[in-house]
């Protein structure tokens, strides 16, 4: 099917040429066929003629999780991807959050073989250990091999220093990304919230700071006396941001992402226990959430992610203590992180990161493959059930104010359409 | 007729000051009841309590369930050990299950800070918390601010140190609110390891020192040093615990002034205070028993009337 953007705003600060221009836009067979002020639809073509129509090369997101296989309840990799190309995600990093975990090559073909025929693609990462338990290194190039683009524990902390030493260099010769959680797991003890004014007000076991600082410090230290390419994943504190900056001033190959509610959100929120809150790492002080923005927008942090984890509602809807970690990010993070910053950097921002995993970055241009997300960014609204797509609920950003929708994504000659 | 600004009794943080007052004068009343030779009143005939224990409790719960028989409410006891809890069955299923029965108010004490906030928000009854984890106990915190009232005339103005484990505290939690609210100065006094890290942030001073605090205070709050909910060594030995944060009857001797010990129970003698301490004049423990009868009929009595 051939389709046709009728006045699409193109948002495409790397490309100089269209940058902030109204075009039309034909594509053929999923390619980018023509772009001129002014395009005639001619046969079977299908016109997109939105109100505000805003264009930009497909978003991409560093983490999500999907459950499948293992926690079908949560969410399908099928509706997850539904949900990532509705939310205006082409390209979304798939984290081990699955039961068992992929921590082999037949896992990551599974999954990279379930998410054929979607809009958006699924890049999935494997475990650094085998059965993610933090002991004995998985099978890291037999899963390059196979199509995983980073090894990462899922929210655990790599407790053995010499562990993280090893992988660091034992992947160095095919290139391989090492993901360390920024946890030190005794000082975080049963800790589930920040620790802080809040925790202290509500009787919640705290989380200091000091658990991420001193785990990425350690981390740092390694990859200064091994090189290697480290990624610290969700940070979620003002001194992470100084430490990860001063690492990067002295060369060091590392990388860091923040999920977007720590940038949006902050421990206040806490205030009546809902269970939706509780994420990890948690949720920070103010001063955490604008050294975070102040960091992302600086350079200093690579990429944002969504931290999409989708929970059935019964890991959520009980005591704040027993409760899971874990919120829906997908659907809001446009909205949310276009709040926040203003749309041209929003935009930078989320098409950021695909170089690190060895991914290309898509082209706006005639001849290139149609990858792009169409959305309206002026629209304010109050963020409910009905946009969520997912098969949980457990969104943190319910009834907040978010700005700017989603119209569709177009890619691997798809197209997904929210209306 | 004044009424309480709650529905509920969550914790001291979401009360105001004529609350307490009001809370106060009603339980004056009913400690006059409870020492008439007929120690109990018709109000509450209509009114099915229960009472909720997910947590061990021996005198919490008797105090209650006295205060509510003494109001001639009926009531249920139901404890977690005995229940479908440890079949897997969910907070609210329970509390919903034991509602059906037509239970107007539910009295709960759960390990889980938020509990019964949660717990609020999710099923029709009226919520008394008797403790939630390390947040609050707010009918403590209310039986010892009314003990300083009946004891010194007044609690506002008083300087009161809470000793002991404070971050595992929710009796320490309650009693800060309590007295920040009517006006009492207030620290906190044991090793750096149990105090939280932000505690000054509501308003309360450390003291580290224990011969400084009690020289500085009109009450000592001595908090039990609670075994069961350290989950890493705070401090080496007890031994060394109550060298430095032990009161014996010399040190209270050895004061300016005639300071009054409080403790909320059940007392670890030779720990936190030694029996002389606990047994001596200046002691109120067995006053703050008795008051809190007084005040948890007060407490129920005043939120029954809202449900009326």
Partial sequence: MDILLKSAKIIDAGNKEYHLKKRDILIKNGVIENIAPKIEGTGKVKIIDYKNLHVSIGWFDSGVSFGEPGYEERETIANGLRTAAKSGFTDVILNPNTNPVPDGSGAIVFLKNAAKGQVTSLYPIGTLTKGGAGEVLAELYDMKNSGAVAFYDFKCPLKNSNLVKIALQYAQNFDGFIYSFPQDSKIAGKGIVNEGVVSTRLGLKGIPALAEELQISRDLFILGYTGGKLHIPT????????????????????????????????????????????????????????????????????????????????????????????????????????????????????????????????????????????????????FTEKQLFSTSKNSMFLESTLKGSVYGTINNNRISLND | MSELSVKHLLGIKYLNKKDIQLIFETADHFKEVINRSIKKVPSLRDITIANIFFENSTRTKLSFELAEKRLSADVINFSAGQSSVKKGETLIDTVNNILSMKVDMV??????????????????????????????????????????????????????????????????????????????????????????????SLGVGVETDL?????????????????????????????????????????????????????????????????????????IILNQVENGVAIRMAVIYLLASKIK
């Fill in chain 2, 107 to 200: 009295v709960m004490r759960h390990p889980n800070p938020g509990a019964g906030i949660f717990l609020s928000k999710h099923v029709k009854a009226a919520i008394v918390n008797a403790g939630d984890g390390a947040h609050e106990h707010p009918t403590q915190a209310l039986l010892d601010s009314y003990s300083i009232r009946e004891r010194l005339g007044d609690v506002g103005g008083k300087n009161v140190v809470i000793v002991g484990d404070i971050l595992h505290s929710r009796v320490a939690l309650s009693n800060i609110f309590a007295l920040k609210l009517q006006g009492a100065n207030v620290k906190v006094c044991g090793p750096k390891t149990l105090l939280p890290k932000y505690i000054e």
């Fill in chain 2, 211 to 283: 011969r400084k605090a009690l020289n500085w205070c009109d009450v000592a709050n001595m908090l039990r040093i609670q075994n069961e909910r350290l989950d890493i060594s705070y401090f080496p030995t007890t031994r060394e615990y109550t060298q430095q944060f032990g009161v014996n009857k010399a040190m209270l001797d050895g004061l300016d002034k005639e300071i009054v010990i409080m403790h909320p129970g059940p007392i670890n003698r030779g720990v936190e205070i030694t029996s002389d301490v606990a047994d001596s004049k200046q002691s």
């Fill in chain 1, 235 to 382: 940070i979620s504190t003002a001194n992470s941001v100084k430490l990860i900056s001063d690492a990067k001033k002295k060369g060091l190959n590392v990388s860091c992402s923040v999920a977007i509610h720590n940038l949006f959100l902050t421990d206040e929120a806490l205030e009546e226990y809902n269970s939706l809150f509780k994420v990890m790492p948690p949720l920070r002080t103010k001063s955490d959430a604008k050294a975070l923005l102040k960091g992302l927008t600086d350079g200093v942090i690579d990429f944002v992610t969504s931290d999409h984890n989708p929970m059935n509602i019964e890991q959520k809807h009980v005591e704040f203590d027993n409760a899971a970690f874990g919120t829906l990010g997908l659907e809001s993070a446009f909205g949310a992180l276009n709040q926040l910053l203003d749309i041209e950097k929003c935009i930078e921002i989320l098409t950021k990161g695909r170089e690190r995993y060895g991914l290309a970055t898509p082209i706006l241009k005639q001849g290139y493959k149609a990858c792009l997300t169409l959305f309206n960014p002026d629209k304010t609204y109050t």
